[in-house]
T-cell receptor, first 116, second 110 residues
């Protein structure tokens, strides 16, 4: 149990385009989902916290208009990188927090984004 | 903000030996600690967790030790196997929000 998926697993796009990444909790309802970014050989950096039905809370230094987060249901959160640029190239990882009975974060497999 | 860090960025271990990975944390208010394993190109995989009311917890081939006095966390892996080669992260916080350390790359020598 506690499986989290991400789609796509990797994406290559041109500079200036927008990219949407989906995060799904497959076998449980996630009250909260988190989005992280990880650069090569670095740790995970929390970008934002997403609660179902409400606005995401962004960490300091993360542009909310650049990284749009939507958490429309208890099993799906999306991250849209708007007007992507090469410096946005990174590994994006989501996690889902299941609340009572699943009181920890379960991570997705990550999405590799390369902006040309 | 406060953060979690690891003592050593790399660890080389002979197959079959025991591994010990260390982590120092700075937030004395943290009540939940987790170890994750991350293989190249994949998301973090949960290994074991421990709450602040405990000082030791054992899993399959792994043991986590928590020393709240000196704010130190360690992960012990028994009989290290080639499949244990990965980057290991400690994280601290509460269930809701976690802060990750820098990571230790473990390489298992045959």
């Amino acid at each position: 149990g506690a499986v989290v998926s991400q789609h796509p697993s990797w994406v290559i796009c041109k500079s200036g385009t927008s990219v949407k990444i989906e995060c799904r909790s497959l076998d449980f309802q996630a009250t909260t989902m988190f989005w992280y970014r990880q650069f090569p050989k670095q740790s995970l950096m929390l970008m934002a916290t997403s609660n179902e039905g409400s606005k995401a809370t962004y960490e300091q230094g993360v542009e909310k208009d650049k990284f749009l987060i939507n958490h429309a249901s208890l099993t799906l959160s999306t991250l849209t990188v708007t007007s992507a640029h090469p410096e946005d190239s990174s590994f994006y990882i989501c996690s889902a927090y299941g609340g009572l009975g699943r009181e920890t974060q379960y991570f997705g497999p990550g999405t590799r984004l390369l902006v040309l | 903000g406060e953060s979690v860090g690891l003592h050593l960025p790399t660890l080389s271990v002979q197959e079959g030996d025991n591994s010990i990975i260390n982590c120092a944390y700075s937030n004395s208010a943290s009540d939940y600690f987790i170890w994750y394993k991350q293989e190249s190109g994949k998301g973090p995989q949960f290994i074991i967790d421990i709450r602040s009311n405990m000082d030791k917890r054992q899993g399959q081939r792994v043991t986590v030790l928590l020393n709240k006095t000196v704010k130190h966390l360690s992960l012990q892996i028994a009989a290290t196997q080639p499949g244990d080669s990965a980057v290991y992260f400690c994280a601290e916080g509460d269930d809701y929000k976690l802060s990750f350390g820098a990571g230790t790359t473990v390489t298992v020598r045959a």
